[in-house]
């Protein structure tokens, strides 16, 4: 047999490996792409996840300033943070639960303040321990904190005429605010937070 032809046999058999592999590559993709389209109805949740465990990475802080001040933190890709009460939170326990929210509390209406632009600005940069607003129930007044240091993009002025979001949905639409921290303070504050799988076995809720 000429060296040639024996060339040629080799060729031929590279190119047949090298098609099989590349159909074999394929079908390994098209099996992928069919178990996100149609995936296996037994490895599906009961319940289908929410926007916000779709969107977000949920955090708690407890205790924050005073016992029974607890918290939530829902993180999103971008750096987003939206606040609001953790179930927990103390005033959730008085009868009647949260009457009023009122967001002028230090030296200026948070509600007031006017973020524009990409850039955000007029933004105000506060830190963790600083006031948000005041929640009042029939018998008490509550603090609502930051509790993560950044920029106050947005707060929830749905809450200023319907206060009772707070006691039917405060992990949705009954949110407190939305802030921005940069990524060095975000990693700080990481740290002394909990996580949701933390946060239901210490508060014992499903």
């Not at 590559?25 to 149609?38: G, I, N, P, R, Y």
């Not at 924050?64 to 939206?82: S, T």
């Not at 939170?89 to 509600?111: P, Q, Y």
Request: glycine content about 4%.
């Amino acid at each position: 047999m000429s060296t040639i032809n024996k060339d040629q046999i080799r060729d031929e058999s590279n190119c047949s490996e090298t098609k099989e592999l590349d159909e074999n590559k394929e079908e390994e993709e098209e099996e992928d792409l069919q178990k996100l389209l149609l995936p296996d109805v037994q490895n599906l949740p009961m319940t289908p996840p929410s926007a916000v465990e779709s969107n977000f990475v949920t955090f708690f802080t407890i205790d924050f300033m005073k016992p029974a001040h607890d918290q939530y933190i829902y993180r999103h890709a971008n750096g987003l943070c939206v606040i609001g009460l953790a179930p927990s939170h103390v005033a959730f326990k008085d009868e009647g639960g949260i009457t009023a929210v009122d967001f002028n509390v230090g030296k200026s209406d948070r509600s007031e303040m006017k973020v524009t632009g990409k850039r955000k600005k007029n933004a105000q940069h506060f830190e963790s321990n600083t006031a948000l607003c005041k929640i009042s129930t029939k018998n008490d007044t509550y603090i609502v904190r930051c509790c993560v240091k950044g920029s106050l993009l947005e707060v929830n002025q749905q809450l200023i005429k319907q206060p009772e979001l707070l006691n039917v949905s405060a992990d949705r639409e009954g949110y407190i605010a939305i802030i921005m921290p940069k990524p060095a303070d975000w990693l700080k504050v990481k740290a002394s937070l909990l996580s949701l799988q933390e946060y239901k076995k210490l508060k014992e809720v499903s």
